[in-house]
């Protein structure tokens, strides 16, 4: 039969056996305060994708980046897609609009650091045909005036942001975040707002490889964890 141990740990293991026995439900209280401890700090864990926190802020990637996000608006770039079916919807105000509000939403909730898209494009045009008045950048009232303002452009001054049919307009979005799941939380949030600001005819989606690298990112690190 094994003999129990002797010295300092046999002390140690002496002692928690009768405080075992003699305190059952301290050592209850103890371990169910401990459990729900660890349970609320597992809840707190984000896993996330950020390279530049791995360098100094004296590094030079990290400062080149930071003078990217100042001068720039970030080095990062992804797209938001308007779609409708309807023939030549993106020449409508009413569609332009649209564009409009989700923009609008991007700069209430400072999400990002900046967005284009065509409704920029023609709301300048708008501004400079009414003597440059502040209050006129915006899209205009009517059709009309829409199509005119899009003669003062090439088809390459545009194509970024609007399809040769006018049925798909891109919303062309510059950010800085480098924390993957800062990322996907802010542009999860956003998706499901500006859903509420489109008519049921227009569509709305995300694309862009710095969208798929953070979503992928988090995908593979939470099948780690």
């Known amino acids: 039969m094994d003999e129990p141990p002797r010295g300092i740990a046999g002390k140690i293991l002496s002692w928690i056996e009768n405080f075992g026995r003699e305190q059952p439900k301290k050592i209850m209280l103890t371990v169910l305060v401990l459990v729900i401890g660890a349970a609320y ?16 802020d004296s590094s030079p990637l990290v400062k080149d980046a930071n003078a990217l996000k100042k001068d720039l608006a970030g080095m990062q770039v992804f797209y938001v897609t308007l779609e409708t079916d309807v023939p030549q919807g993106f020449k409508d105000p009413k569609y332009l609009k649209q564009l409009e509000a989700v923009q609008d939403l991007m700069k209430e909730k400072k999400l990002y650091d900046l967005s284009l898209s065509l409704a920029d494009q023609v709301a300048l045009v708008n501004r400079e045909m009414n003597g440059g008045k502040a209050e006129s950048l915006r899209v205009p009232e009517t059709r009309e005036q829409v199509e005119q303002y899009l003669l003062f452009f090439k088809r390459r001054d545009i194509q970024r942001y609007i399809s040769n049919d006018y049925q798909r307009a891109n919303v062309v979005i510059r950010h800085s975040m480098s924390d993957s799941s800062e990322f996907n939380e802010k542009t999860k949030a956003f ?4 859903k509420k ?5 227009v569509r709305i989606r995300f694309s862009g490889e710095n969208l798929m690298i953070n979503r992928s990112a988090e995908s593979l690190i939470s099948n780690q964890a």
């Open 197 to 201: 600001l489109l008519t049921n005819d």
């Open 191 to 194: 998706e499901v707002e500006a």
């Open 41 to 56: 700090f597992a809840l707190q864990v984000k896993v996330s994708n950020d390279p530049l926190s791995y360098f100094p």
